[in-house]
């Protein structure tokens, strides 16, 4: 059954910086041996994400590059895609988007925002992933 789970950013350190969620996401991903797909908002989000990739944790190497960039990026443990790059899916996404992904994945982790305004779209999307048949999980980080 694919997961969808959901990420409440509560600490401080999440609501000063967003993206570090979804480093952290990646890293346990990485630990984990899993190929991650960063679904990013926009260019300028995928390169802020580059950069903090490699430097939020000075003593974990994440191996990672936006695509588009390098033809051997299908070796990278975690692709950063925008928008406008076709890329396959992975078993594992990390969804930065407005929208939820369509096509095959095995698990979607959502970054949820502390801004309780900005959470309505999420809450049409946690009823999306039901619908699709998803087991629905939240987590407070």
Not at 116 to 121: I, K, N, V, Y
């Amino acid at each position: 059954m694919p997961k969808a789970h959901f990420y409440l950013i509560d600490k401080p350190r999440f609501r000063e910086q967003p993206l570090l969620l979804a480093c952290e996401l990646a890293k346990r991903a990485f630990a984990a041996n899993l190929s991650t797909l960063i679904l990013a908002r926009d260019q300028a989000q995928a390169e802020e994400l580059d950069d903090l990739l490699w430097s939020f944790d000075p003593d974990a190497y994440l191996p990672h590059q936006i695509a588009g960039m390098d033809e051997d990026e299908d070796e990278a443990p975690i692709l950063i895609a925008t928008p406008d790059t076709d890329v396959p899916l992975r078993p594992l996404l990390i969804n930065l988007r407005d929208t939820a992904p369509s096509g095959q994945f095995d698990r979607v982790l959502e970054v949820v925002p502390a801004d309780e305004s900005a959470r309505d779209p999420l809450r049409e999307r946690w009823k999306h992933y039901q619908s699709l048949g998803f087991e629905v999980k939240k987590y407070d980080m």
